[in-house]
């Protein structure tokens, strides 16, 4: 039994406890729990069953509400992909100028999750991006090799 189904036990056997004896001061006495404890053990108990019982860690449960949105962060990613010597505040601007609203301190924050802050990280991903993909020639451009260059 790990350490937080014990605790769990615990506190449900004070539940039970209270309940038996009729007397919450009492039961908290016994298993050592402030009566504030106890109603926030009961609620807990009552509105989310015998998960409530264990314990939660404090912090964050999702994405901060003022993040910008998916397809605002692709934005910034594709064209981080495209121009990866400009700077936050241009890339805002240029988004803007697609009818993209984002500010700078949203670019940087887009980049900070990335790992893409500084000039350097952000040629190295276009660098990896471009190993990775496979260019595919047209006929047009693969002919071009074959003729000879003219020098005059």
Known sequence: MTTEKKVARRKLSLL?????????SRACKIMGYSRQQFYEIRRNYQTYGAEGLIDRLPGPKGPHPNRVSEEI?????DHCLD????????VADELALK???VSSG????VWSRHN????HERLLRLERHVSETKIVLSEGVSGISCIEPIVR
């Not at 962060?73 to 990613?77: R, T």
């Not at 949203?106 to 924050?109: A, P």
């Open 16 to 24: 039970e406890l209270a309940a038996e004896m009729k007397n919450v």
């Open 116 to 119: 893409l802050l500084s000039r």
């Open 106 to 109: 949203g670019v940087r924050g």
């Open 83 to 90: 121009y990866p010597t400009h700077g936050c505040l241009r």
């Open 73 to 77: 962060e692709k934005a910034i990613l």
């Open 99 to 101: 009818g993209i609203q």
